[in-house]
């Protein structure tokens, strides 16, 4: 059974730095593309990035590119979003999220969310 | 603004039919075969429950199906249940240099 289980809640306060995790379990790590996806309170879904463990070949979404960094370890089948300097505009759902082999853009496997508040 | 178009809100009676549309362009909805639907209960994650048009997941009723006509797609719910009651959002692929757009969003209320 493909699981992928997030790091827990997290507050900050703007300025701060805040890395977050994804842990794949039930399948191919290495092997397949995982991503992020934010929903902002109330709002709808956007991809943020994705990668490809294997080679670490990563892309980025336009909106995000510069803005966090993508990362994966996979010796510990573990997936990465991470922010240098955390904004109030950053306050939202993050999940990662595994598609469908060979279609990019449909998600077959969501985490359960990661819910970062950024508050000064 | 998102970059496909969805209603605001969509509603039926239980056991009746609604289908809620997602509107895009010839550069996403319209050039692929490859338009996903979510659906998403209260702070739950979301669920796919349909891609690449009308194929459905394993697991996913045949209540929901979908369909695609230009640059227009649907996800049609059929035989209306209480627990059909969530928000939907459509994606599509949007070319080798785009991860893929979502809409904005429907929130099916079943009466």
């Known amino acids: 059974e493909v699981q992928l289980v997030q790091s827990g809640a997290e507050v900050k306060k703007p300025g701060e730095s805040l890395k977050i995790s994804c842990k794949g379990s039930?399948?191919?790590?290495?092997?397949?593309?995982i991503g992020w996806v934010r929903q902002m309170p109330g709002k709808g879904l956007e991809w943020m990035g994705i990668?490809?463990?294997?080679?670490?070949?990563?892309r980025y979404s336009p909106s995000f590119q510069g803005q966090v960094t993508i990362s994966a370890d996979k010796s510990i089948s573990t997936a990465y979003l991470q922010w240098s300097s955390l904004k109030a505009s950053d306050t939202a759902m993050y999940y990662c999220?595994?598609?469908?082999?060979?279609?990019?853009?449909?998600?077959?496997?969501w985490g359960q969310g990661t819910l970062v508040t950024v508050s000064s | 603004q998102s970059a496909l178009t969805q209603p605001p809100s969509a509603s039926g009676s239980p056991g009746q039919s609604v289908t809620i549309s997602c509107t895009g362009t010839?550069?996403?909805?319209?050039?692929?075969?490859?338009v996903s639907w979510y659906q998403q209960h209260p702070g739950k994650a979301p669920k796919l429950m349909i891609y690449?048009?009308?194929k459905r997941p394993s697991g996913v009723p045949d209540r929901f199906s979908g369909s695609k006509s230009g640059n227009t797609a649907s996800l049609t719910v059929s035989g209306l249940q209480a627990e059909d009651e969530a928000d939907y959002y459509c994606?599509?692929?949007?070319?080798?240099?785009?991860?893929?757009?979502f809409g904005g969003g429907t929130k099916l209320t079943v009466l």
């Open positions: 999220a595994r598609p469908i082999r060979g279609l990019v853009s449909s998600i077959e496997f």
């Open positions: 039930g399948y191919s790590f290495a092997n397949d593309w």
């Open positions: 990668i490809y463990p294997s080679d670490s070949d990563t």
């Open positions: 010839s550069s996403d909805v319209g050039g692929y075969n490859s």
């Open positions: 690449e048009v009308s």
């Open positions: 994606s599509s692929y949007a070319g080798s240099n785009n991860l893929g757009v």
